[in-house]
């Protein structure tokens, strides 16, 4: 995550200097080079977006799975009380 981080700022940067470059062109090629900065920094700012994202997604992932893996030794329990029951009521 931290290489996708790393690649976002240095999307963002290229963005920038991309813009400045293209001042000291022509007004075509100003355009051009202004409008491509723009749209790359965004690019940047979406990688950043996604990688706060996943971030999260993973956090909740990871304590539905640490709330499932305490909450089995009841379950196991529970089924294993029920076994017998079923055992008991049919002998």
Known sequence: MRSME???RERREVAR???IWGEE???DVSDITDKLG???FEIGELEDLFID???Q???TIKSIRNIEASVQPSRDRKCLLHTVRIRECTN
């Open 6 to 8: 790393l690649v976002g």
């Open 17 to 19: 200097q991309l813009s």
């Open 25 to 27: 062109c022509d007004e």
């Open 38 to 40: 723009v749209l790359t």
């Open 53 to 55: 994202r996943y971030d």
């Open 57 to 59: 997604y993973r956090v």
